[in-house]
Every structure is written in C-alpha cells, then in structure tokens.
C-alpha cells in the first residue's frame, strides 16, 4: 500500500501534537488536516487529543443510517463524525486519549501490508497498558485483547499523500469506562474484565492519571518505533487543513456519505432488476453489499460495514469490478481475488472467498424451509 518512492534520513524528530482536551470535532479533524497538509518529505506527526464531551467516531466505509443509532445519539446530544480510517463505529468519552501516527506513504514505517502496519503501530499502546501490570495481547487485525476479549485496536487508512493509524487509550485506564466502550458479549464478560484490570492496577501501585499513561505511551513509541518525539505545535497551512476539516465533518452529506450511491436502489429494482441486500460477519468486521441483480447476473452493487480498505477507493473499484458476473459463477471467490489483486486492494480480516460466499445465492430444496438451508438443521419428518 506505500508508494515506490523511499525517503531518507533517520526517524529521528517525529514530531508530536498534544492537544489536550478540545471539542470532539476539533478531535477528529485534527489528524485529518494534519495528513492533508503533509508532503512526502515531512517528519511523521504523533496526534494526541480528548474529546470534551462523548462523541461517536464512524469508520470511513460505515452506512450511518443501518449502523448507527441516530435518534439515540440526537437525544443525548452526542455528535456523530465520520473518520477517514476504516473499522468500526466507537463512542469515545473526555477521559480518552485519542492517539494517532500520521506519516508520509514514503516512509519505511509506513511500508508492508496491513498485517505488519497494524502490528507495528498497536505495539505502542500495548506496551502502555502493560506498563501499569494489565496484561493485554496484541491479536489479528489491529486488535487489543484481555482474557481473549477485544478491548481496543487500531484503525488504518490513506489520506491524500499520508497514512493514518489511530486507536485510543483511556486516560486513567478506568475499568467501567474500559469495558462500557468495548464490545463485549455480556455483563458478566464485562464485570470478569473489570474486575481483573482494577485488580492489576492495584497490584501494579503506580499512580495512573493522563500525565503517566502518556509517558507509558511515549516509552512504548520509542522502545518499538525508534522515534525520538519532540514538542511541536500546528504549522500555518496544517491550521488552515484542520479548519477546512471541520468544516467538511460538520456537513450532514460527509456524515451520511456511505451507503448513499444505492439509498434508492429500491425504486429502480424493476423490470426484472432485483434488489437484494446481503450481510456477513468476518475477523475484519461487518460487511455489508447492497445489490441489484437481473436473472443472478449482478448489475450495481456498493460495499458498506465496519471494513478496511487500502486503498480507500478500493471498494469502489471492487464494487465496479464484480459488475456482470453471477451471483452464483463457481469460479466468484478466484475472480474477486483476481480483482483484489489487479486493485491492489487489502480489505484485512475479510477473504475473496467470505465475499464470494456472502454473494452466493441461497438455493431451497423442494420441501425445505430457508431457514433450515442457511442454519444446517434436518428437515422435518
């Protein structure tokens, strides 16, 4: 996913922006403006900010209106901002500490595929939870486990001539704020966890508050990326990007920007066109297709869900790409690789072959219900 240009010089004098606490939109925009207004022979930027009040940050590639709680979010007044890095939809509060790596595509660090980015960028925050005695794993896909369960990670994607990797960290890595903004599958998972972190950072005795997990997460940049962080503030033309930013992150049409090419798909399902709408759960998240058919031969079709893509046009092109082939081809899954691979398209935790079983029509035998296909069960005698 980097560009064949290297740059030289040592990693040395990466720069760091440390926000503090600011508004959520300002949050959000901060590390956008910053890639925008990066050139490839620019130091990488290490962004740090709190959001101010709780807010929800939405996955580049996410379909607002089927994967968020809107009228929820408007009742308790809670902005909704879409990011520029893929994965998925996070409620994030005041006490945590947004952390963001914002480099050049030309940087070494910067080079590999999605696996070694994530990786290589996950290690950081991992080693400042395991600095306080809480023993977390790095896993698949940019992820952060305790006790096998996934409590944090990382999110990656492109933005103009930069990558972006960001995750978070809580800033006093209070255990009921913890468990409430991961996704776990139940209050006794989350009391389980809870009970262990309080009983690590007891067992630990050192003093957690923002200006010791900062300085945990600055020891664990240095030790894994060989960065030297100095101070810095905004340049000119950075301040103008993040203002330009916040201006577009505002705008409703940037907000419900995924899933808006076939919002109306239904209307034009006509004819012979079919609509049919498609979900699957991968170790990459949801992924979503919504599609219009005509006798099993795919005619449009747009790919939405908690995914990553590097590129970010990649799914575009994908989508563009499965246009005229059938639903129900035995060769899909080579085809969809074959494309993925023309693209130089990296969807990590999701398969050529999830895509292509996700697509593959649902056939009923005589006397069998839809149900009994799609669950494996026994017909009934």
């Known amino acids: 996913m980097a560009d064949a240009v290297t740059t030289s010089g040592s990693p040395d004098g990466v720069r760091l922006i440390d926000a503090g606490r600011t508004s959520p ?50 009742r308790s007044n809670m902005a909704v901002i879409r990011r520029a890095t893929g994965g998925p939809a996070l409620t994030l509060s005041p006490n945590t500490m947004m952390v963001h790596f914002v480099l050049p595509r030309g940087r070494p660090e910067a080079g590999g595929s999605a696996v070694v980015l994530y990786g290589r960028f996950t290690e950081p925050l991992v080693r400042a939870w395991q600095a306080f005695g809480v023993p977390v794993e790095r896993c698949a896909w940019g992820g952060i486990e305790l006790a096998r369960y996934r409590i944090g990670g990382v999110q990656a994607g492109v933005v103009g001539k930069a990558v972006v990797v960001g995750g978070s960290l809580v800033t006093d890595f209070d255990a009921d704020t913890v468990v409430r903004q991961a996704s776990l599958p139940s209050d006794q998972i989350r009391a389980q966890l809870r009970d262990l972190i309080r009983e690590r950072l007891a067992q630990a005795g050192r003093p957690v508050d923002r200006a ?13 990326l060989g960065w030297t962080l100095q101070d810095s503030t905004l340049r000119e033309d950075e301040q103008a990007a993040i203002e330009r930013r916040e201006t577009q992150m505002a705008q409703m049409r940037h907000i419900f920007a995924g899933g808006q090419r076939m919002a109306n798909a239904g209307m034009r399902a006509t004819g012979g066109l079919k609509l049919v709408d498609l979900v699957r759960r991968s170790a990459g998240g949801l992924v979503r297709l919504r599609l219009l058919e005509r006798d099993g031969v795919i005619e449009d079709i747009e790919i939405t869900g908690e995914l990553t893509s590097l590129p970010a046009d990649g799914l575009d092109k994908l989508a563009a790409g499965l246009v005229g082939l059938r639903r129900d081809a035995p060769d899909l899954a080579v085809r969809i690789h074959d494309r993925m691979g023309r693209f130089g398209l990296e969807l990590p935790g999701i398969t050529a072959a999830e895509i292509a079983l996700a697509l593959k029509p649902v056939t009923v035998p005589a006397g069998r219900h839809p149900l009994d296909v799609l669950f494996g069960t026994n017909p009934t005698s």
């Not at 590390?31 to 929800?56: K, N, Q, R, S, T």
């Not at 010791?212 to 894994?224: C, I, K, S, W």
Request: glycine letters at 8%; a negative charge.
């Open 212 to 224: 010791a997990v900062r300085t945990a997460l600055m020891a664990g940049v240095g030790d894994t």
């Open 25 to 74: 939109l300002r949050a959000q925009a901060l590390y956008h403006g910053i890639a925008d207004a990066m050139a490839p022979g620019d130091a990488p930027v290490m962004v740090l900010a709190e959001p101010d009040a709780p807010f929800v940050s939405v996955g580049a590639h996410q379909d607002v209106s089927r994967e968020v709680d809107i009228q929820a979010c408007a």
